[in-house]
């Protein structure tokens, strides 16, 4: 159960992460010299590339910032949620990541 408890939590920091890369990557402004007729690297790939990009460097640091908060904690976050099943920790854990994903998009966006 701890297991699967896990596993969706890190599924549900993913999906955050991605969709701050996504809005990031295909939210930003054209400048008015691109045409419509933009290129398929300008228009597809490009975007795909960066959301790819951002998506990785933005997972690697919350799995950073979890393991901050991990050292910074007096008690282990990962033996509260897999061992004791500590709801609080969880939410806790679930807050931080959220916390760091909006973090994330906020640095990604300016980039």
Known sequence: MARQIKSAGTFIAVL???AACVGA???????PVETKTA???????????????FGAVGYFFLLVGYKVIDLVTP???N???????????????????????????AAITVA
């Open 25 to 31: 990557a295909f939210g930003q402004d054209q400048s």
């Open 75 to 77: 008690f282990s976050i």
């Open 16 to 18: 955050i992460v991605l």
């Open 79 to 105: 033996k509260e949620l897999a061992e004791d099943n500590n709801t609080a920790v969880g939410i806790l854990a679930a807050g931080m990541m959220i916390a760091i994903a909006i973090i994330l998009h």
């Open 39 to 53: 290129n398929l690297w300008e228009s597809i790939f490009r975007p795909l590339f960066k959301t790819i990009v």
